[in-house]
Structures are given as C-alpha cells and as structure tokens.
C-alpha cells in the first residue's frame, strides 16, 4: 500500500471533489482515480462513491478515512523525528488562526521562521471549532484560538494573550461618549458584528445579553477586515478585539473606543494536539508560543 494513494484518498474525502483534490496534490486527475482505484483492488473494498463525479464515502471508507489520516500524520512525524536531529526543522508549518487572533499569527511566524529559518509557514483562517477538527484531522500542525469558551480537549495549550474589546466608528458619525463605553451604549449604534458560527461573536452576544443588551447587527461578516471596510464605508460601528487597533493605527478615519470590562474575557493560546510521541514540528510551535507569550505586545 503506498503512501501516496493514501494521501490522495484522504485529499479527496477532504475536497470531496476529484479535480480539486488533484490540483491539491499537483497530480491529474486521471492519475489520481487511478491510485484510489489500485488502493481499492488492494483492499478488495469499495471507498468512493461516484458516478462522473464524487458522491461520497462508503462505509468502508469512512472507516479507512481516519486510520489514513493517522498512517500519514506518523510517516510525517518520523520524517520530522529524523530531521530535527540535524538541527532546525526543514518543510511547511500549517496554522489554523481564528480572525480574533489574525495579529497575533505575525510574532508567532517571526519567532517560528526566525528558530527554523528552513521552514515556511501556511496560515488559514479557520473557526475555533474547526481548528479542532483539522488538528484531530491532522490537516494542521498548530492552531491558535480561544482556551477558556467552548475549552478545546485532548491538546496541550499555551496562553498568549487575555482578550479584551473596543468599540470602533467612522469619525465623523454620531459621536460616541468621552473615556470607556458601555455594553449599552455600544449597544445604541448600528452594528456589524462577525456572524453567529464564530465563537468571538457568540462571546459578544453573552456579554451584551449580561448587559441587558440584545446584539441584533445590521450586517455580519466573517472577517474584520470585512467589518472594518463597512465600518468606514457604511455607516456602521462594530466592536471587535483589542489586538486589531495596532493595525488601524494612524488611520485618520477610525475612532477606537475602549469597552468597559472588568476582567478580560478570555485567553487565546496556541494549542497542538495531545499526542505520543510529540511531532517536533508540534514542539517547536509551543517552544515559539513560550517565547512570545512572554514578550510585550507592540
């Protein structure tokens, strides 16, 4: 059984799509229906459903997908074992990020590149919950996400940072009150808040809902460089996390507003997955989040 069909079988039930699964793996897709089909002679089993196009799994290979997945994550981690014993680690870090953490992806790719000049690193935006999908996937090596909501299992974590908010508006618009907002006073403005599937915008709707407030958003998006584009083009306010101003920084048509909090409400860390023996590539990202959790924030 080779690991090359292996690789393209688990692409494919990733993509669900036989050409895009192709293009992933810079094969045709000729050659990749071919090494499914010898994998299933192999196996004497069918594992893909399709017609002249993918419908699905079979039985069989839903059973297969994850025992795939972890055959190749192993050969992966072997090759890291072997590599690291030469010094720096050599090849591709894939990092999931939720969009309330996307500032932080730039300390954590300069500690990583600067110990591991070899690698390069693959940064997706991904939702909490499928940061932890693609980790127990083994389709990432790291993601960086909330800790404390909806606390992700079976992984080892590192906190960065505790989360804290503001309020942002279009100078120009209804001005807002001197010193730190309130929950109710945010609450006041036409907003645009990160839709209901990410958990920073379900944080937001705890907190104003404590607050007597009901988040009912004028328009939602599912990133805050879409938010902010609406904020200084719509009309709209939006509250998002404290870590973003350092890139609205000097621009002359935003107005930052802190939010009344009397504690952060969350961490946000770094976090592998929970497993023996620890892929290096796994340990180096939370050598990087010890380092940089440790430094100030610019």
């Known amino acids: 059984m080779q690991l090359r069909a292996l690789r393209y079988f688990v692409t494919l039930a990733r993509e669900q799509h ?16 071919s090494a499914i089909a010898s994998l299933e002679s192999q196996l004497g089993k069918r594992l893909v459903e ?9 039985q069989e290979g839903r059973a297969m997908l994850p025992w795939a997945q972890q055959l190749l994550a192993a050969h992966e981690s072997m090759v890291h074992a072997v590599d690291a014993l030469d010094g720096p680690l050599h090849g591709e870090f894939r990092l999931g ?5 996307a500032p932080e992806t730039g300390r954590f790719t300069e500690a990583l590149l600067h110990t591991h000049p070899g690698m390069t690193i693959s940064v997706r935006s991904q939702t909490s919950r499928e940061i932890v999908r693609s980790i127990e ?6 993601g960086i996400t909330y ?3 909806e606390s992700p299992s079976s992984v080892i974590s590192v906190p960065l940072y505790a989360e804290t908010y503001v309020f942002v508006m279009a100078r120009g618009n209804k001005p807002p009150p001197t010193g730190q907002m309130s929950w109710q006073e945010a609450g006041h403005y036409p907003l645009c808040l990160l839709h209901q599937g990410m958990q920073n915008r379900r944080i937001l ?21 879409a938010l902010l584009a609406m904020v200084r083009s719509g009309g709209l ?21 802190p939010l009344a909090m009397e504690t952060p409400v969350s961490r946000i860390g770094l976090i592998v997955g929970d497993r023996a023996p620890l892929d290096p590539v796994a340990a180096a990202a939370l050598g990087c989040a010890r380092t940089i959790a440790e430094l100030p924030f610019d």
């Open 18 to 33: 036989f050409a895009l699964a192709a293009e992933a793996c810079g094969v045709t897709q000729p050659t990749l229906s």
């Open 50 to 58: 399709r017609d002249r196009r993918f419908i699905g799994l079979t």
């Open 97 to 101: 990020v939720i969009p309330a953490a």
């Open 137 to 142: 996937a083994f389709e990432i090596d790291a």
């Open 147 to 149: 800790l404390d909501h």
């Open 205 to 225: 709707d705890g907190l104003m809902r404590d607050s007597g407030v009901a988040a009912t958003p004028r328009a939602t998006a599912d990133s805050y460089v």
């Open 237 to 257: 306010a939006t509250v998002m996390p404290e870590r973003y101003t350092g890139l609205i920084k000097g621009a002359d048509w935003a107005s930052v507003h």
